[in-house]
């Protein structure tokens, strides 16, 4: 069981927008603004898409978006491209633990 | 270009040891705080252990403590993680990562990954 919890899967249809959760408590998504979010592809490694919930890195396309309200945060995917299918992990700094992940939610594009 | 490639998973029994290592290339690597995460499978990304530029601060997971340790080599750009008694429940293919600089809880380059097996 993780320490975040994510949606185990989420589907749209090219041009459409998603929106991933991301649960955790007030010892972590609710206690600072250290949240980020990666996309796995298979076999590949891991790529930071957000991060300080709503900050994007060099690269990464603007149609990818982060918000927070409380302990939840969220991970937006506008106008879906087939590129975009894969697994996404939030992640945030826990007082004491230092990094707790979600278990990662699988976006597949129909 | 930030490069780190993962080497040293292979298949131990439990309770054996093995070294991983993450060669480095592309950026001050003794500057960098360094991470370790692992997948197992099926499971979600868990991050293992972590240390500052200088090798004299080293954070793990509780799980993983007494039994893993993370050290690097600066003149090498190399990070590695020495793993002893291991468990089935180690089993997972483990990544090394770079933290995003200035910024806590946040890993912007990352390895491929490197596979290791705890089976008998």
């Not at chain 2, 770079?98 to 490197?114: E, I």
Request: aromatic share 10%.
């Amino acid at each position: 069981q993780s320490a975040l919890t994510q949606p185990a899967s989420v589907s749209g249809s090219p041009g459409q927008s998603i929106t991933i959760s991301c649960t955790g408590s007030s010892s972590d998504v609710g206690a600072n603004d250290y949240v980020s979010w990666y996309q796995q592809h298979p076999d590949e490694a891991p790529k930071l898409m957000v991060y300080e919930v709503n900050n994007r890195p060099s690269g990464v396309s603007s149609r990818f978006s982060g918000s927070k309200s409380g302990n939840t945060a969220s991970l937006t995917i506008s106008g879906l491209q087939a590129d975009d299918e894969a697994d996404y992990y939030c992640a945030s700094h826990r007082r004491g633990v230092l990094e707790v992940f979600g278990g990662g939610t699988k976006l597949t594009v129909l | 270009e930030v490069q780190l490639a993962e080497s040293g998973g292979g298949l131990v029994q439990p309770g054996g040891s093995l070294r991983l290592s993450c060669a480095a290339s592309g950026f001050t690597f003794r500057n960098a705080w360094m991470s370790w995460f692992r997948r197992a499978p099926g499971k979600g990304l868990e991050w293992v252990a972590n240390l500052n530029g200088d090798g004299s601060e080293t954070y793990y997971l509780n799980s993983v403590k007494g039994r893993f340790t993370v050290f690097r080599d600066n003149a090498e750009n190399s990070l590695y993680l020495e793993m002893n008694s291991l468990r089935a429940e180690d089993s997972a293919v483990y990544f090394c990562a770079r933290d995003l600089p200035g910024v806590k809880s946040t890993f912007d380059y990352w390895g491929q990954g490197t596979l290791v097996t705890v089976s008998s």
